[in-house]
């Protein structure tokens, strides 16, 4: 290596650098923010509603009395898929590539006392896809352990005992992801942070 191309390949990463950290999103807060005080709860409802739609949910209940509003199930974005937003962490990411993942999105805007102003919190629900092993009787047939594939193929095409058993797991809460929706909604500007975390 010369002079001349460690000199380019040195700029190139300091070019490389800036443009990461000039590009990082100046507008998150540093306090993590659990609930979001609601002026207009309609307006705040639209906003989440908004929100879901923009980041790819599809909602299966609007309950705008209620102020309740739940999506159907989403299944977890891939490494392939750089427009999806629903993986809100690297942690997130890395599981949606190992595992077969789903998330639900529940909005809720509730008043906590009488004389109290509502206020909007959001749960997200992951669950991952479990499917029973089938015996590997040899190391050339590791390809079929849950389903008829080839080496070359995979693919999911399972048996009617297969997809009897196969199950939906609950994984908890993705705390990330629901981050990211508050921050999403309340810049809209129908909503604003409480000033305390509300648990």
Same mark, same amino acid.
């Given at each position: 290596?010369?002079?001349?191309?460690?000199?380019?390949g040195?700029?190139?990463? %300091?070019a490389?650098?800036?443009?990461?950290?000039?590009? %990082?999103?100046?507008?998150?807060?540093?306090?993590?923010?659990?609930?979001l005080?609601?002026?207009?709860? %309609? !307006?705040?409802?639209?906003?989440?509603?908004?929100?879901?739609?923009?980041?790819?949910f599809?909602?299966?209940?609007?309950? @705008?009395? %209620?102020?309740?509003i739940?999506?159907?199930?989403?299944? !977890?974005?891939?490494?392939?898929?750089?427009w999806?937003?629903?993986?809100?962490s #690297?942690?997130?990411?890395?599981?949606?590539? @190992?595992h077969?993942?789903?998330?639900?999105?529940?909005?809720?805007?509730?008043?906590?006392e009488?004389?109290?102003?509502?206020? @909007?919190h959001?749960?997200?629900?992951?669950?991952?896809?479990?499917?029973? &092993?089938r &015996?590997?009787?040899? #190391?050339?047939?590791?390809?079929?352990?849950?389903t008829?594939?080839s080496?070359?193929?995979?693919?999911l095409?399972l048996?009617?005992?297969?997809?009897?058993?196969?199950?939906?797991?609950?994984?908890?809460?993705?705390?990330?992801?629901?981050?990211?929706? @508050?921050?999403r909604?309340?810049?809209?500007g129908?909503?604003?942070?409480?000033?305390?975390r509300?648990?």
């Amino acid at each position: 290596m010369t002079y001349r191309t460690g000199l380019w390949g040195l700029l190139l990463t %300091a070019a490389a650098v800036v443009c990461v950290v000039g590009c %990082a999103d100046a507008r998150r807060t540093a306090v993590p923010v659990d609930r979001l005080a609601v002026q207009d709860k %309609a !307006a705040a409802m639209a906003a989440a509603q908004e929100t879901l739609r923009q980041m790819h949910f599809v909602i299966e209940k609007y309950d @705008l009395e %209620a102020g309740y509003i739940r999506t159907f199930p989403l299944r !977890a974005g891939q490494f392939f898929e750089p427009w999806r937003q629903d993986n809100a962490s #690297m942690e997130a990411l890395a599981q949606a590539n @190992l595992h077969s993942l789903r998330r639900t999105v529940e909005i809720f805007v509730e008043v906590s006392e009488p004389s109290a102003r509502p206020s @909007l919190h959001c749960r997200v629900t992951v669950e991952k896809l479990s499917l029973p &092993p089938r &015996p590997i009787r040899t #190391m050339s047939r590791m390809a079929n352990l849950y389903t008829d594939s080839s080496q070359r193929v995979q693919s999911l095409d399972l048996d009617e005992a297969s997809i009897a058993a196969m199950e939906w797991i609950d994984m908890g809460t993705g705390a990330a992801l629901e981050q990211r929706i @508050l921050a999403r909604i309340q810049r809209q500007g129908s909503v604003s942070y409480h000033a305390d975390r509300v648990l």
